[in-house]
């Protein structure tokens, strides 16, 4: 009895078919790597199965992947002898798209087709990519284990429905039919696809098959008899797991599409690390670095981590185990010779293997990141364009590495005065002043916030380079990073400025005769502003600017107290400490003002003014206007 049901397909699916026709017609090939990939893939997932299971082979364990196409009919076959589909899975995994992020994908799209295609070669088009060629795409399928009339029929033409009906299919595994397009009937072509198979499956572990027809019987040049040959499946690629070969064997192409086989990505990587490890531990592990970062890098539910193969055989993909989440763009896989097989996401969580085996790619990792930053700036500077802002997590999460990952560190700072972050800590060291020993670094919403900061006026008087951070993760960043090959990192808006040697003898006496001089002024305001402040002091690093706030040693920086507040945290009140600047015109008018109202008026506008440059924004901005006003209307 039939039992045909149709299914309309998820939203994302109907945009993401439509997007893809449109997007990828220069790109069409690339269907027939998704289609093979996934083939591979079953295959792997049933050699894992049947582990436990030997029964899932059926008798048949020589896995494989056979294409084939009939130009006369306008169709291309793939078919698997893999782990197959059970009609849920069918129902459930060719008609949704299960990355989690999907949604908000689709909604950052431009719609502007030659962005958006870059974009969907990202995120991975999979089996959708045969609508590509295909106007209408059968698949059958039998799950291992299951009974021969527990096969599934699905079809679509891809335009938001499919059906679904069950089918007697003896072997297991899956066959995936392309009615291909009047125009893409190239593609059915022998000649064609052998090509594209051969560019495309070379680095798959299992044998891709295509039909070599027999030959009739013939006559040699000496008149015997050549007899005829019988067509037979032969192997198109080499079919040894890429890693397992040796690098000097593997080229650079075949070493690219094995990226793209297991990472989803259509471009070349950036960079490759391909060891094997012998000693304690014995394991390969082949690791990518992608030339740009994946749509979803900050998705906190977006899949992460390395392909575990244990003795070439695959266990799991997604082991974020071994990886930690600071380099989570990493793609690649790690085979192990000393877990077991059987080995469960559970196991693998407190595993002393695991934590081996984590350390090693994560110093091979770093260490590949050390060499492309020393070898090659330019190139390093895409990586850093892409991925830096992750890698700033690493510091906060990796203690060990710590020095290590702040090595790879950039920064804008005042040497280049420019916004590009070039600067790396090593170079800050070097150009270092004499009896200079802190690294000084600012902190701000913006890099314009951030170099114009009266915080720094001094600083940059003297030639002192400062560090110019405005991402949001630099304040987590400089919490965990507070020193660097044993010089600490020291905030210009925090405390003192803690000049040390860098203040020379005159200056100091120059700066404590201000401060005695200034003694008045300063409890004036101090008295005149009451408890909206810590406490007031003369500057020690305002040259151009009449006054500015600074954090207390003890107390959560500006930029803390915003990202908190931003996460909808309650931030405990601290006050600011006001520093003033006596030289400064401003500031010797306010020292000759009589009447103490005024001086109380003048006082806490600077103190406002104040607050808003180092924060931006201000608890009560209308009487801050209104106090300016007033002062503006004075005569
Ligand atoms: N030949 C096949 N044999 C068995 N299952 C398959 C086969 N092709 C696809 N599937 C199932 O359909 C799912 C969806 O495939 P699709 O190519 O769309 O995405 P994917 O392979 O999961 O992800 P990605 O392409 O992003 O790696 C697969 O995860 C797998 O479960």
């Known amino acids: 009895m039939s039992q045909q049901e149709t299914h309309g397909f998820q939203t994302e699916v109907k945009q993401l078919l439509h997007l893809m026709i449109h997007s990828l017609y220069s790109n ?87 962005k958006d295609s870059q974009l969907i070669g990202q995120f991975g088009v999979g089996f959708y990519s045969s609508f590509i060629v295909a106007k209408k795409v059968e698949v059958k399928t039998r799950a291992a284990g299951h009974n021969a009339d527990e096969g599934v029929h699905w079809v679509s033409e891809g335009e938001g429905e499919f059906t679904v009906d069950n089918i007697n299919i003896e072997n ?123 749509w979803d890098m900050f998705n ?91 890698l700033k997590e690493g510091p906060a999460e990796d203690f060990a590495n710590r020095e290590k990952i702040a090595g790879l560190l950039r920064f804008a700072s005042t040497h280049t005065d420019s916004a590009a972050p070039t600067v790396s800590l090593d170079a800050y060291l070097e150009r270092m002043k004499e009896g200079q020993d802190k690294i000084y670094y600012i902190v701000a919403d913006s890099y314009e916030a951030a170099a114009n900061s009266p915080h720094i006026e001094l600083l940059r008087k003297k030639g002192i380079e400062v560090l110019l951070m ?66 007031v002091k003369v500057t020690t690093r305002l040259t151009d600017t009449p006054a500015c706030v600074v954090t207390g040693e003890g107390d959560m920086s500006t930029q803390m107290i915003k990202l908190m507040e931003a996460a909808g945290q309650t931030v405990p009140e601290s006050k600011p400490l006001f520093e003033v600047n006596p030289n400064h015109p401003l500031m010797t008018r306010l020292d000759t003002e009589q009447d103490e109202q005024l001086f109380a008026d003048w006082s806490n506008l600077m103190l406002q003014q104040a607050q808003l440059s180092e924060k931006g924004s201000l608890a009560d901005p209308s009487s801050f206007i209104k106090l300016m006003n007033q002062m503006l209307m004075a005569k």
């Open 28 to 114: 069409k090939e690339i269907f027939l790597r998704e289609l093979v990939s996934n083939a591979a893939d079953a295959a792997d997932k049933l050699r894992y199965n049947a582990l436990t299971n030997d029964a899932l082979y059926e008798g048949d364990g020589d896995l494989r992947v056979r294409i084939s196409a009939d130009k006369e009919k306008g169709t291309v076959t793939i078919a698997d002898n893999g782990i197959g589909m059970t009609r849920d899975g069918v129902i459930e995994h060719l008609g949704t798209i299960a990355k989690s992020g999907t949604a908000d994908f689709f909604k950052s799209l431009s719609g502007d087709e030659s």
């Open 300 to 390: 906190r539910d977006a899949k992460q981590g390395l392909k575990l193969f244990v003795q070439r055989v695959f266990v799991m993909d997604d082991a974020e185990q071994f990886m930690p989440s600071y380099l989570r763009f990493v793609k690649g896989l790690i085979d192990s010779n000393d877990l077991p097989l059987n080995v469960s996401r559970e196991i693998l969580q407190d595993n002393k293997v695991t934590t081996a085996l984590r350390s090693g790619v994560t110093k091979r990792v770093l260490g590949m990141l050390e060499k492309l930053a020393k070898n090659d700036e330019e190139k390093y500077q895409t990586f850093w364009a892409e991925f830096g802002q992750v």
């Open 172 to 294: 297991r595994g899956t066959e995936i039919i392309l009615h291909l397009r009047d125009d893409e009937k190239e593609f059915a072509d022998d000649f064609r696809l052998r090509s594209i198979i051969t560019k495309y499956s070379d680095h798959i572990s299992v044998p891709v098959e295509m039909f070599e027809a027999g030959t009739p019987e013939s006559e040699g040049e000496d008149g015997e008899k050549i007899p005829a040959t019988e067509g037979s499946w032969k192997s198109m690629n080499k079919a040894t797991a890429l890693w397992t070969r040796s690098k000097s064997d593997i080229t650079d192409e075949e070493y690219n599409e094995f990226y793209k086989h297991i990472s989803n990505d259509y471009a070349d990587p950036l960079l490759k690390a391909h060891n094997r490890v012998e000693g304690k531990q014995e394991y390969t592990s082949l690791l990518y670095i992608p030339a740009k970062a994946p």
């Open 470 to 535: 405005s991402e949001r993760i630099d304040e987590w960043l400089v919490n965990h990073l507070t020193e660097f090959k044993e010089k600490k990192l020291h905030s210009v808006t925090r405390g003192d400025l803690e000049l040390g040697e860098l203040e020379d003898k005159e200056e100091k006496e120059e700066a404590e005769k201000l401060a005695s001089e200034s003694e008045s002024l300063v409890k004036r305001i101090k008295d005149a502003l009451g408890d909206k402040v810590s406490d």
